[in-house]
Nanobody
Framework: QVQLVESGGGSVQAGGSLRLSCSNS??????LGWFRQAPGKEREFVAA????????YYIESVKGRFTISRDNRDNTLYLRMNSLKPEDTAVYYC??????????????????????WGQGTQVIVSS
């Protein structure tokens, strides 16, 4: 049973920083990533990385501000968010793509390209 558990959300002022964490059940995946969903909007890709870490990619609006990383020692995925803006306000979800799939996708970005999801953690950025 795959379990993804996020933590680290909260409320900050614009320009502040947060670090989100996502612990997983210890399985190997193809890719790990973060999506977010603001009220009344569709779930949006934020960042993802390959399991080996040789590919990291971001949505344009967070490039240079957000950093995705993984600690191999405790199997935790991170999203470091700096220079936060009010438009970053959303529920952030950790997600994982299985390591054995029929279709190889080098940089999955769509929700249906990932299979496992955490429960989400709220990020609120005030101006």
């Amino acid at each position: 049973q795959v379990q993804l558990v996020e933590s680290g959300g909260g409320s900050v002022q614009a320009g502040g920083s947060l670090r989100l964490s996502c612990s997983n059940s210890g399985r190997t995946f193809s890719h790990l990533g973060w999506f977010r969903q603001a009220p009344g909007k569709e779930r949006e890709f934020v960042a993802a990385m390959s399991w080996r870490g040789d590919r990291k990619y971001y949505i344009e609006s967070v490039k240079g501000r957000f950093t995705i990383s993984r600690d191999n020692r405790d199997n935790t995925l991170y999203l470091r968010m700096n220079s936060l803006k009010p438009e970053d306000t959303a529920v952030y979800y950790c997600t994982a793509r299985p390591d054995r799939t029929v279709l190889y996708i080098p940089e999955p970005r769509r929700p249906n390209e990932f299979e496992y999801w955490g429960q989400g953690t709220q990020v609120i950025v005030s101006s």
